[in-house]
Each structure stands twice: as structure tokens, then as C-alpha cells.
């Protein structure tokens, strides 16, 4: 792919997790949540991106949330479970998309607020339509995604580079 390939980001919050008695890291999805997580997939399969790569973080949560959202997918990723998603600041998960590969185009990354939201928000220099106030209205709940697109190298990901395209949440659906 050349520099000047438009890219695509789906950023995907994990889907309604449960608060047992076990470390966060552990929290499985809850009954809403297992059922968000499909509406998710849909949501993703609608938006006709062919992911080139998910990458998907290790807690358990995101790792439920994935493996039933990617159920209703055409096709199925190549999938990255990446320990560092968990708990990631900013600037960290804007140095993890500066590592991706230029061969990916569309990327798909499940993950936890406040990182999924704070990434949306930072990347988006531009907005199509009411996207951005329809993301800060719902504070990025649980299940929801964001698409944002961006022209150039993964490398040159950083602040403002990208326009959000549209913003998506269970309630949506």
C-alpha cells in the first residue's frame, strides 16, 4: 500500500462486562454484554470494512466481545492478542497503531475505555455529520465503535490526523 492510501480504524469498546469476585484483567462479559457483542458485529459487518488485522486486547471481556462479534463478519481477521491494550494510556495506543504494518489498511481494534474514547476523540481532526456529538452525548459505552479514516503511513498516526466517520452504540441498534 503507498502513503497515500486512505486507512481505516474501527475502534470497538468490549461489550458490557460482569463485576464478579475475580481481577479486572478477569471480568467475563455479562448477559447484556453477550448480547451487545453480536449487535457489535453486525454493526461491523454493515460498515463493509474488510479488516486486514484485529488486534484485540488479552483481558477477558474484550476477548468474549471479540470472539462473538467476529461470528458475523464475511470474512475473519487475522487476529493480534496484544497485552498492552489493557489498561493503555493515549500515547500508548497511538504508539501501538504507529507499529502497525503498511501492508494493513483497515484495522480493527477491541479494547477499554477510557482508551477507546480518548483515541476517537484525539484522532479526529475532522467529523462527517453529528458523529463526534453523538460519541461525547453517550461517553463510549460499553459495546460501542467508532470508524475513523486517515491518509498516510501508521507510522504518522498522531493527534488530529483523522476524520471520524461515524459512531455506533448497542442503543443504536
Known amino acids: 500500500m503507498s502513503a497515500d492510501t486512505p486507512r481505516r480504524i474501527v475502534l470497538l ?17 455479562a448477559e447484556r454484554g453477550r448480547k451487545e457483542a453480536p449487535a457489535a458485529g ?7 470494512i474488510a ?3 484485529a488486534l484485540c486486547s ?5 476477548r468474549e466481545t471479540w470472539k462473538l462479534a467476529v461470528q458475523e463478519l ?3 481477521p487475522k487476529t493480534v492478542y496484544e497485552e498492552r491494550l489493557y489498561e493503555a494510556s493515549l500515547g500508548e495506543l497511538i504508539a501501538l497503531l ?3 504494518p ?14 477507546m474514547h480518548a483515541l476517537a476523540d484525539a484522532l479526529a481532526g475532522r467529523v462527517e455529520g453529528d458523529a463526534l456529538a ?26 488530529g490526523v483523522a476524520t471520524l466517520l461515524d459512531f455506533w452504540t448497542p442503543a443504536d441498534h
Open 102 to 115: 503498511d501492508e494493513v489498511g483497515d484495522l480493527l481494534v477491541i479494547g477499554h475505555n477510557p482508551g
Open 13 to 29: 469498546r468490549h461489550a458490557k462486562a460482569d463485576w464478579p469476585d475475580v481481577a479486572d484483567h478477569d471480568r467475563p462479559l
Open 58 to 62: 488479552t483481558a477477558t471481556r474484550t
Open 51 to 53: 479488516f486486514d488485522l
Open 98 to 100: 504507529n507499529e502497525t
Open 134 to 159: 453523538r460519541m461525547n452525548r453517550s461517553g463510549f459505552p460499553a459495546g460501542a465503535l467508532a470508524v475513523v479514516s486517515f491518509t498516510g503511513s501508521w507510522k504518522s498516526v498522531e493527534h
Open 42 to 48: 453486525l454493526k461491523l459487518a454493515e460498515t463493509g
Open 74 to 76: 464475511p470474512h475473519r
